[in-house]
């Protein structure tokens, strides 16, 4: 994670980083949902060895979320009196933003175009979102 550089007079409000423990535990609750979705498909099928599609789920997953990790939780997104700076170069301007609100352990902001962006794996989002909108007023 590296701090974004801010223009001349821009001045830093908050940071938004993942939470590690929240990243694995929404690994954790997909791996379960997927496998035991996976085991009932191939009970249905008759399948003679219906485990084997939750290990293999859970695997796939396991190493999914070992590969993806160090980009997922080195996202860091900044906002300052000025814009939402974002990870990979995503600017948005705060007269932009319309609303940001709690998504499934995220938070979804929505720009005045109907963008979507989701800053992931936030300790608290439903306290990051209210964080986030009182500072955009």
Do not use: C
């Given at each position: 994670?590296?701090?974004?550089?801010?223009?001349?007079?821009?001045?830093?409000?908050?940071?938004?980083?993942?939470?590690?423990?929240?990243?694995?535990?929404?690994?954790?609750?997909?791996?379960?949902?997927?496998?035991?979705?996976?085991?009932?498909?191939l009970?249905?099928?008759?399948?003679?060895?219906?485990?084997?599609?939750?290990?293999?789920?859970?695997?796939?997953?396991?190493?999914?979320?070992l590969?993806?990790?160090?980009?997922?939780?080195?996202?860091?997104?900044?906002?300052?009196?000025?814009?939402?700076?974002?990870?990979r170069?995503?600017?948005?301007p705060?007269?932009?933003?319309?609303?940001?609100?709690?998504?499934?352990?995220?938070?979804?902001?929505?720009?005045?175009?109907?963008?979507?962006?989701?800053?992931?794996?936030?300790?608290?989002?439903?306290?990051?979102?209210?964080?986030?909108?009182?500072?955009?007023?």
């Amino acid at each position: 994670m590296t701090a974004p550089i801010l223009s001349e007079g821009e001045t830093l409000v908050a940071t938004f980083t993942p939470d590690r423990l929240t990243y694995w535990r929404a690994h954790l609750i997909m791996a379960i949902a997927l496998g035991a979705a996976v085991g009932l498909v191939l009970l249905w099928q008759g399948n003679p060895y219906p485990v084997m599609g939750p290990i293999g789920a859970a695997l796939a997953i396991a190493v999914r979320a070992l590969y993806v990790a160090s980009e997922a939780l080195g996202d860091l997104w900044t906002l300052t009196d000025r814009r939402l700076i974002g990870p990979r170069g995503l600017t948005l301007p705060r007269a932009q933003i319309t609303t940001a609100r709690p998504f499934f352990g995220s938070v979804q902001v929505i720009t005045a175009t109907g963008d979507k962006h989701l800053i992931k794996y936030l300790a608290d989002p439903a306290a990051d979102a209210a964080r986030l909108t009182q500072a955009l007023r």
